[in-house]
Every structure is written in structure tokens, then in C-alpha cells.
């Protein structure tokens, strides 16, 4: 999965990493991300898309 540019949380880089629109699909990709041993955060944007990122 490409990653698709950055942003910082907390003085903290995070990695943009997908883009959804479906709760359960963010949530799932998040699982993936911490399964291999990255941080995940989940962020809902103004048109209802939730954005994955992970550090």
C-alpha cells in the first residue's frame, strides 16, 4: 500500500497510509498496521472519509 504523504500529531510524523470511507475498513487496516508492529491512528475527515496514518 503506498503511502500517500505526512503530517504531524504531537511533534510525532505520521505517515498517511489509506483513505476509506467505511468505519470498519479504517479499523481493520489500523489492526493490520499494529499487527506489524507500527503505531496507528485513525482520523475522520470533512467529507466523511476516515484517514489511516501510521508512525
Request: zero cysteines; hydrophobic letters at 30%; aromatic letters at 18%.
Given at each position: 500500500m503506498p503511502i500517500k504523504?505526512?503530517?504531524i500529531f504531537n511533534s510525532?510524523?505520521?505517515?498517511?497510509?489509506d483513505t476509506t470511507n467505511s468505519?470498519?475498513?479504517?479499523?481493520?487496516?489500523?489492526k493490520n498496521i499494529r499487527n506489524s508492529g507500527y503505531y496507528a491512528r485513525?482520523?475522520?475527515?470533512?467529507d466523511g472519509d476516515y484517514v489511516v496514518y501510521r508512525r
Open positions: 504523504g505526512t503530517r510525532k510524523k505520521f505517515y498517511w497510509y468505519k470498519r475498513e479504517a479499523s481493520q487496516i489500523a485513525i482520523t475522520r475527515v470533512s
